[in-house]
């Protein structure tokens, strides 16, 4: 379907983060779940993005399945608030600094503080992710001057799909951050606005009917259409892989 979904551990994600932040490389980590199937199936760009991506994460059920029925293999499946805490313990001996962007101000300032009452790693910077986008916008060009002004050693994005994909696909080579991370709702989490499900709950597939139960009106689309919407998508890939596949064996080259 256009988007490489990688088989990668929560704990390749954060050794990777670190020996990044270390021998201070650049790594662009991007998570993939249902939305972002969906998003990719018209957006070439966003396809483009991932092709450049060092590491795209399998960050829902939705993903995990498409990827079975399509490639055979089942990825594993995390989401950041599983492991940002790891990888903040891992780079506090180093004094990594982190850079916030999204939420409220308010909401983003009290994730930046936490997070640093919690682990000590030094505030950067933080910004709402209520700004002007496009490209040469007077706010956003006063935001990537801020960030490479800060060098974050991480610089975490969560603004919504695909907003923090296309901002970090017109920016990133222009940010002065050894790595970039979309983390979905992690500020939510991180600032104490949202808690995860119990774990067996998320081990068997079914966070994501849980926030529809708690954030109906703001997520219904996502999931009682969205879902059904890449069912069909992944069905109709199925059967052009066999059919492809059935035409290859009949027909040797």
Same mark, same amino acid.
């Given at each position: ?106 909401? #983003? ?91 067996? #709950? ?52």
């Amino acid at each position: 379907m256009g988007i490489r979904v990688d088989d990668v551990s929560r704990a390749l994600i954060v050794n990777s983060a670190m020996s990044a932040v270390e021998r201070n490389q650049r790594l662009l980590i991007l998570n993939v779940n249902a939305q972002l199937l969906n998003l990719a199936a018209t957006r070439k760009w966003l396809r483009e993005l991932f092709e450049r991506a060092d590491i795209s994460f399998c960050d829902g059920a939705g993903a995990q399945l498409a990827s079975l029925l399509l490639t055979g293999i089942v990825p594993h499946r995390t989401t950041p608030p599983e492991w940002i805490d790891e990888l903040a313990v891992g780079l506090a001996p180093r004094r990594a600094s982190v850079y916030w962007l999204d939420g409220s101000d308010e909401m #983003v300032a009290q994730a930046a503080s936490n997070f640093h009452r919690r682990h000590g790693l030094p505030i950067a910077g933080y910004h709402h992710g209520y700004f002007d986008t496009t490209v040469g916008s007077a706010a956003n060009q006063k935001l990537v001057d801020e960030i490479n002004a800060a060098s974050p050693d991480v610089l975490l994005v969560t603004m919504g799909m695909p907003r923090q994909e296309q901002w970090l696909n017109d920016h990133w080579h222009l940010l002065n951050a050894r790595v970039a991370v979309t983390a979905g709702a992690l500020v939510d989490h991180v600032a104490g606005r949202a808690h995860r499900p119990p774990r067996w #709950v998320a081990n068997l597939g079914l966070e994501w009917l849980v926030r529809l139960v708690r954030e109906p009106r703001r997520l219904w689309r996502r999931y009682l259409i969205g879902l059904p919407v890449l069912a069909t998508r992944v069905l109709r890939e199925r059967v052009r892989l066999t059919r492809q596949q059935s035409i290859s064996a009949r027909d040797p080259a």
